[in-house]
């Protein structure tokens, strides 16, 4: 059975930083592009980072350039994202996902495997 899961949430003041982990079981993701999307209470599901099989290549959305860093291991089948100057608005659940293909993509339906989320929330 396929599983991802999300590690590394939590409560933080403003400025502060986490590290999120995604572990993956089930099957190899190293073939497979990968992606880090969150969701905020009464919002759509929003594409936060995504990276490709290798590491090569990686994008985000605007509002977390510079801020954030998505990243992955593949022997340890493990993705991770970095936020740093976490900001009010960063916070929501985070969710993990993967995708059948190596090409990187922004937007969820293009993920055929998600984790059950981890929350982050930023204080003030």
């Known amino acids: 059975q396929v599983q991802l899961l999300e590690s590394g949430g939590g409560l933080v003041q403003a400025g502060g930083s986490l590290r999120l982990s995604c572990a993956a079981s089930g099957r190899t993701f190293s073939d497979s592009a990968m992606g880090w999307f969150r969701q905020a209470p009464g919002t759509e599901r929003e594409f936060v980072a995504a990276?490709?099989?290798?590491?090569?290549?990686?994008d985000y959305q605007d509002s977390v350039k510079g801020r954030f860093t998505i990243s992955r291991d593949n022997a340890k089948n493990t993705m991770y994202l970095q936020m740093n100057s976490l900001k009010p608005e960063d916070t929501a659940v985070y969710y993990c996902a993967a995708r059948y293909v190596s090409g990187i993509y922004n937007r969820p339906g293009g993920y055929h495997y998600w984790g059950q989320g981890t929350q982050v929330t930023v204080s003030s």
């Open positions: 990276i490709s099989w290798s590491g090569g290549s990686t």
